[in-house]
Structure formats: C-alpha cells, structure tokens
C-alpha cells in the first residue's frame, strides 16, 4: 500500500512540475476523452468505441509515467506532441472517423510518428553519447540509429494493425479501391507470369451459396497492402527529417539548438552515473578476459 500511495505521490508531484502549457493540454483533452468515454458506454452502447477511449487515456499518461519513475524528462514539446497525436489517432481518428472524412489524416499522423519515433531514439543515444567516456558515436551514426529506431517503430506498430485485424475482425489497415492488378495467382496455365487486369468497373463478391455479399464499385478492393505502404513511406520520411536534423544538430549544437526541445533528456548527475557504472563493468569485463591465459595448441 505505501508502495501504491508513494508511486501515486510521484505521479502526482509530476502533474504539478509539467509546465503550464503541457498540464492545460494534459487537462482538457483527458476531460474530452472522459466525456466520449461516458457516452461511448451510456448513451451509444458501443464498447469497441469505449475501449479506445480507457486505452487513450493510458497512452497520454505514459509520459508522466516515464517521468515519475526514471530520471529521464520530455520536454514540453515532446510531451505535448505524444498526448495530441494520441488524441488525434483514436479519438479523431477511429471514433471520428476523420481517417474517413479527411484523407490525408493518416497519413500526417504516421508522417509526425517517423518523425518524433527517431526524436526519441535520437534522445537516449546522444545521452549516451553525452556521458561515455569509452566510446563516442559519430554524428551519422546516431543519426542512422534514430532512423533506424524509427522504422522498427513503424513496422512493429503495422504488425500491431494486421494482428488486430486479423484476430478481431478490425480494419485498422483501411482499404483503397483500385482499377488494375498484376497477379501470378490468376494465369490460366499455372505458371510463374503476371497476368494484368486493367480497367476494373466493378467487383461482385458471392458468398459459397450463390448469393451476392457486395458490389465494390468503380474496381477492385486492395485489403491493406497500399495502406501499409503508404504509411511506412511517410513514416520513412519523417524518419529522415530528424535524422538530419539529429546530425547537424551532434556537429553545430548552438545553431540547432531548437531541436533540445524534442528529444528526451535526462537528470545529468544520475544519467553520467549509470553510465561510468555501466562502463567500469564493461571494463572490468575486459580485464577478467585479459587474465584468462591461453591454451596451448
């Protein structure tokens, strides 16, 4: 209990030291999101809807999260970034329907994602950087692991999309309608050759009883695979926005020292702590290695 009553102390004490601007987007848009949760649940019946809600409201407190049980802080940028994107993803997004009603949502939000994914992968390792004294990273390779952390972000989270779609019945990853395929599957002979089929009008679909299921008008539905593309690429290039920001920003940190404002920092004390303790083991390590003798052949 005093465990539970300490962490909830942190969280607490946390709240109060964000700055004023990060705690008035904190507030308002949990109080949006509290208020879609009630009428989710009371008025629409609708649980999925509402089940999005109670996991956006544990997705905007991951970064007080972070901050009340590590030493590493978000700036406020940072921060305000993660709770709007949030907000904007599930709430807009999924029970607004605005990846519907406005087209080039998803693809802003999956373009801000590669951009702030590398921002944070960029923040831990220039920490390191900062603080290693055995080791220092050349400005175009941390720059290359930002880039990288961010793609695997972006890949992992369009393997959360299909396992969801697969396994609950979801369409996360939406579908576009298109007039043309190129598919091995449909060559009349078996063989390994794309047979094209162009100016697709319309698509019936039948169920095994004869019965008609649907019409997709004006072609054929592509299920998920252009979507997915799609977001990797923009993710893709949010990725290598910041990443060259990232290393102009390790070679000439008082000209690009707006970027500070989106990367993770930390406590410098406890940070250059760990890592001279991580260091001294790994040296130590050496050491040991260096004292095993030989064999000989």
């Not at 609950?168 to 063989?191: A, E, H, M, R, W």
């Not at 593309?229 to 690009?256: C, W």
Request: aromatic fraction near 12%; glycine fraction near 6%.
């Amino acid at each position: 209990m005093k465990k539970e009553n300490g962490f909830l102390k942190r969280m607490g004490e946390t709240y109060k030291n964000s700055s004023k601007s990060a705690l008035v987007v904190y507030i308002v848009i949990r109080t949006i999101m509290l208020i879609c949760l009630v009428m989710e649940l009371l008025v629409f019946k609708n649980y999925h809807n509402a089940f999005l809600c109670v996991v956006s409201l544990l997705l905007i407190s991951i970064p007080t999260f972070i901050k009340s049980t590590t030493s590493i802080r978000l700036p406020s940028a940072l921060e305000i970034t993660v709770v709007v994107f949030v907000f904007a993803a599930e709430i807009l997004g999924e029970i607004g329907n605005f990846y519907h009603s406005i087209p080039f949502w998803d693809t802003m939000l999956h373009t801000t994602n590669g951009f702030f994914a590398a921002a944070v992968g960029f923040g831990f390792i220039d920490l390191l950087n900062k603080h290693a004294k055995r080791t220092q990273m050349s400005a175009l390779f941390v720059s290359l692991v930002s880039f990288c952390f961010s793609m695997t972000v972006g890949v992992v989270w369009e393997f959360a999309e299909f396992s969801v779609d697969r396994l609950f019945k979801f369409d996360t990853q939406k579908d576009v309608i298109i007039t043309d395929i190129s598919t091995v599957t449909l060559n009349p002979d078996g063989k390994n050759s794309e047979v094209k089929i162009e100016n697709i009008d319309h698509t019936v679909l039948y169920d095994k009883d004869g019965n008609v299921l649907a019409t997709i008008e004006n072609g054929y539905l592509d299920v998920g695979i252009y979507d997915t593309m799609e977001d990797l690429f923009v993710n893709f290039v949010g990725a290598v926005v910041f990443s060259v920001l990232g290393y102009f920003y390790i070679r000439k940190r008082d000209k690009f020292e707006f970027v500070e404002e989106l990367i993770p920092y930390g406590h410098n004390e406890q940070i250059a702590d760990g890592i001279a303790e991580f260091e001294q083991k790994l040296t130590e390590s050496d050491k040991k290695d260096e004292d095993v003798p030989e064999l000989d052949s």
